[in-house]
């Protein structure tokens, strides 16, 4: 069959590259210059910055994957565990977690009363989660409401504690605002709030503690770089600097792609742009399985302010992933999803990735990469993003006891306009569509059109969700449900 896919993220390169290995005539068509979609990589001066995702976790799915094609992940790039896991950077201290459980043991011990015990029953909990998806439900196509019949999810009923939320159940085990803050931390990576995030995904907290939190050396960029080449390498046709304008249908087929530069026959179609990009935009609206009045009425996640800054020094108080919670997060929250503005006083994630790696800054120098997360939707302009990046490092400043203004050499802002422009992303969202409990799950868009037979939908917003793992695991199932339906 000729399969056309819309956007070489890494959810549609490892897409095509499994269906290339199976067989079919694969095209990608991809608007940017290069490979990668969020997870792409800008250098500049000797510096490689990650532009999107940084962190390496759940190194079994990226395992899984790579198994399709008789491969290891060591074929493609070397795996580092790193020690600390993180950097925590609270008013008034500074908290490592450790990539030795039993270290964090004794730090939530130190945080409060049986701290230690707290934990490990959390933990527990955690690991049940996880392994009760993992072990079928993740890899599942759970198309819509007849989804919740699943035998595997009423079975787990209270297991999946899906009616509570992750603020919720962090108070059930523990008093320290600390503790919990260091089991909350994580669900923003899910473009989330702990009060509208169900309990299941503490199963995070598992991933964390137990599993790690690794580096590919080299970057995340290597992730990019190993899918491409497997697309590559199954005869995949890679198409760049092309933009995708229209699917047209006729009769509920989609029978051609239309591009800025020509168009595509194809038997099918499969979206890996982002999900209201492609129905809003690409699909005409008698055959849009979601309206425009649907995504107005979905909690979308934040956007973000990005700073990629290369210093002409090192900076001693940083480690590779650091989060800087020097103020109330409440109010940050807030300002994402209650009251949409500029964060005042934001909590943020560092990254400084050449504190492990000698191949992403040269040498003396420091690569950082600066994340706030932003309301989707608000306005952006040269103006207030010049005022937002000198209060960010003053406040970087503040935290770190160092001069940062002074010492950078190569600087670049990415944010809202930037994410809608590069990515088509809906009013400027960084990673999608929150996970809330009636966005998740059964309830997250399908994987295949509810209106055309041969057209289907990869990527983060669809289940199982944000994040890169979960993009791998989004093409698995798209890849299935194709063979399922047009398989000999």
Request: charged share 25%; proline share 5%.
């Amino acid at each position: 069959m000729k399969v056309i896919v819309v956007g070489a993220g890494i959810g549609g390169l490892s897409l095509a590259a499994l269906l290339g290995k199976r067989g079919h005539d694969v095209t990608v068509i991809e608007k940017n210059e290069q490979p990668g979609g969020r997870a792409r990589v800008w250098e500049k001066d000797g510096f490689v910055f990650d532009m999107g995702p940084s962190w390496y976790l759940m190194p079994e799915i990226f395992d899984h994957y790579f198994e399709h094609f008789g491969k290891k992940t060591e074929d493609f790039y070397e795996l580092i565990r790193l020690n600390p896991s993180y950097r925590i950077f609270f008013p008034d201290s500074t908290l490592d977690i450790s990539a030795d459980l039993e270290e964090n043991m004794e730090l939530f011990n130190q945080l409060e009363e049986n701290g230690a015990e707290k934990l490990r029953k959390y933990l527990d909990q955690a690991q049940e989660k996880y392994e009760y998806l993992l072990d079928g439900l993740m890899y599942e196509d759970l198309s819509g409401i007849l989804s919740m019949l699943n035998p595997k999810l009423m079975a787990a009923g209270w297991k999946l504690s899906i009616l509570s939320n992750i603020d919720k159940l962090t108070k059930k085990y523990f008093d320290s605002e600390r503790a919990r803050k260091i089991l909350q931390y994580s669900i923003v990576f899910l473009g989330g709030n702990p009060k509208n995030t169900p309990a299941l995904y503490s199963m995070i907290s598992h991933i964390d503690f137990n599993l790690g939190v690794w580096y590919p050396y080299g970057g995340l960029g290597k992730i990019v770089d190993a899918t491409f080449g497997l697309a590559k390498q199954y005869g995949v046709d890679l198409r760049f600097g092309e933009e995708v304008e229209d699917i047209v249908i006729e009769d509920k087929v989609a029978k051609r792609v239309i591009t800025d530069k020509g168009e595509y026959e194809g038997d099918i179609v499969v979206s890996n742009a982002d999900y209201p990009h492609s129905e809003i935009d690409l699909v005409d609206e008698d055959y849009e399985t979601y309206s425009q009045d649907y995504w107005e009425s979905k909690i979308i996640a934040p956007s973000a302010f990005v700073l990629y800054l290369g210093l002409d020094k090192k900076v001693d108080a940083l480690t590779h992933h650091n989060v800087i919670l020097d103020h109330d997060w409440v109010k940050h929250f807030e300002q994402i999803f209650k009251e949409p503005s500029w964060p005042d006083e934001p909590a943020y994630y560092l990254c400084c990735p050449s504190k492990k790696d000698d191949t992403v800054a040269p040498e003396g120098k420091e690569n950082i990469f600066v994340t706030i997360p932003i309301s989707p939707g608000i306005e952006d302009t040269p103006e207030i993003r010049e005022a937002y990046f000198d209060k960010i490092v003053a406040h970087m400043e503040k935290v770190l006891d160092t001069d940062i203004k002074n010492h950078v050499i190569v600087k670049r802002i990415f944010s809202l306009n930037d994410f809608a422009d590069d990515y088509n992303a809906y009013k400027g969202t960084a990673v999608g569509l929150t996970h809330t409990f009636s966005q998740s799950a059964f309830f997250r868009p399908r994987h295949k059109s509810k209106k055309v037979k041969n057209l289907y939908y990869s990527g983060q917003y669809t289940h199982p969700g944000i994040g890169v793992p979960m993009v791998l695991i989004s093409a698995e199932i798209v890849a299935d449900l194709i063979e399922e339906d047009y398989g000999e």
